[in-house]
T-cell receptor, first 106, second 112 residues
Framework: DAKTTQPNSMESNEEEPVHLPCNHS???????IHWYRQLPSQGPEYVIH???SNVNNRMASLAIAEDRKSSTLILHRATLRDAAVYYC???????FGTGTSLTVIP | KAGVTQTPRYLIKTRGQQVTLSCSPI?????VSWYQQTPGQGLQFLFE???????NKGNFPGRFSGRQFSNSRSEMNVSTLELGDSALYLC???????????FGSGTRLTVV
């Protein structure tokens, strides 16, 4: 199974950009990379996904490396409500890693 | 549209009992996956069902089982409950894996 690697934790000041990295060096050529986030006591929620090119939506942007072995979730202006655990996972996988716990400092 | 619905939200059981949790996926979603989440182990994959067939299974003992009905609703069962089974059980449904999953709010199971 493809495995992902993410930093355990990151901090950001409120209203500053945050770049959350994910390494997925064994991802297959047809797998999308999905990002989810989980707030305390809730199920994970979808954030964004992409295949090869960079993607934007109202929540975030996703930058995918040209070799597709890594990606970066970008929150353009972190808010306190963005404090959560962020997971990246290839689309044909069921195994979530430990994710990155994002702390937003007021 | 309605999201993924899990019932009950909270449950307290005694060691040795068995429990059944229910999941109603988003209408039209035929894939349903189950996860166990504990503070120490994070999100652990239990199994995935598609069109009433178990397609993938995680590394859990046989006490954990599931099934999916023709309307895509799914249930999971845990027999002979142990204290370590206390966890948040999450269900997720998908139209197609490449589209990603929508998770329910989970069932919080406490075994005493």
């Amino acid at each position: 199974d493809a495995k992902t690697t993410q930093p355990n934790s990151m901090e950001s000041n409120e209203e500053e950009p945050v770049h959350l990295p994910c390494n997925h060096s064994t991802i297959s050529g047809t797998d999308y990379i999905h990002w989810y986030r989980q707030l305390p006591s809730q199920g994970p929620e979808y954030v964004i996904h992409g295949l090869t090119s960079n993607v934007n939506n109202r929540m975030a942007s996703l930058a995918i490396a040209e070799d597709r072995k890594s990606s970066t979730l970008i929150l353009h202006r972190a808010t306190l409500r963005d404090a959560a655990v962020y997971y990246c996972i290839p689309s044909n996988q069921f195994y979530f890693g430990t994710g990155t716990s994002l702390t937003v400092i007021p | 549209k309605a999201g993924v619905t899990q019932t009950p939200r909270y449950l307290i059981k005694t060691r040795g009992q068995q429990v059944t949790l229910s999941c109603s996926p988003i209408s039209g979603h035929r894939s349903v996956s189950w996860y166990q989440q504990t503070p120490g182990q994070g999100l652990q994959f239990l199994f995935e069902y598609f069109s009433e067939t178990q397609r993938n299974k995680g590394n859990f003992p046989g006490r954990f089982s599931g099934r999916q009905f023709s309307n895509s609703r799914s249930e999971m069962n845990v027999s002979t409950l142990e204290l370590g089974d206390s966890a948040l059980y999450l269900c997720a449904s998908s139209l197609r894996q490449s589209y990603g999953y929508t998770f329910g709010s989970g069932t919080r199971l406490t075994v005493v």
